[in-house]
């Protein structure tokens, strides 16, 4: 009988899964197969009715080859390095002005949170009218101040520094509410014995507060870390990869090779190195964290 009654639950929960399974197998899973399937053969998708040609490894060997890879690859980490730096830097001086009791400081973190809860498509939009050449407000004011025009979308030397401070505007506050969210769990018997015991500011904050903050800093850079190197919205909207391919990230390299050149198979196969150098990444930061583990306890 329980043995009658165990299978019937697992029968009917199978039927309740069933659909999800049916949804994650179609969004998902398929066109994982059929993408990984088509990075070896030779697609061209303004061609859509020639066979497609089995060329084994060709496309990742090409892509390997190609400069234009590697200049991408150098340009996503470069706008990861430069944004998450100043995101952290800012959020947390934010957290520990927004963490004190004062009056009306409810008002100014709802102020602050507008950026994260808009789409980027939105955030990036508002910064082109700052941006835009000739036209743009930045310029305006500068003009206003009798300083010279900023080629903040046009120029090679500014454009990818301009594409970090729109991420850095919009996702400064979710850093910001991650590290307010440690700073409030925190004890506060250890701080303040610190400070009873003629410890500085500075001191408990550089040997207490953010000692047992790591925990909490390490997930907010790996959340924007694996955000920041998909990086692509902002970068078609603000700049199309160029001036020349100076903000091409590798996500805008995977977009042009596949729907502007038509080059799907050889787009598949720099998706799954992508890919691949992702899981490497997170694997890595995984490790780090299980090691530093029992040093914590």
Known sequence: MADYARRRSLKIAGIFLLPALVVLFVTTIFPLLYSFNLSFRQFNLAKPFIPRI??????????????????????????????????????????????????????????????????????????????????????????????????????????????????????????????????????????????????????????????????????????RAIDCFKIYDVIFVLTKGGPGDSTESLSFYIYREGFTLWQMGFGAAASFVALIIMTVLITLFIRTIKEEEPRAA
């Open 54 to 223: 089995f060329v084994g490894l060709q496309n990742y060997k090409t892509l390997l080859q190609d400069n234009g890879f590697y200049h991408s690859l150098f340009v996503t980490f470069k706008v990861m390095v430069v944004a998450i730096s100043v995101e952290f830097v800012l959020g947390f001086a934010l957290a520990l002005l927004l963490t004190q009791k004062l009056r009306g400081m409810g008002f100014i973190r709802t102020l602050f949170m507008i950026p994260m809860m808009m789409s980027s498509i939105v955030v990036s939009l508002i910064w082109l009218f700052l941006y835009f050449p000739g036209m743009g407000y930045l310029n305006y004011f500068l003009n206003f101040l009798h300083v010279a025009d900023v080629p903040w979308i046009t120029g090679e030397n500014v454009a990818l520094y301009s594409i970090a401070l729109v991420d850095i505007w919009q996702w400064t506050p979710f850093v910001m509410l991650g590290i307010a969210a440690g700073l409030q769990s925190l004890p506060q018997e250890p701080l303040e014995a610190a400070m009873v015991d003629g410890n500085s500011r500075l001191q408990v904050l550089t040997h207490l507060t953010i000692p047992q903050l790591k925990p909490i800093l390490a997930s907010l850079f790996f959340l």
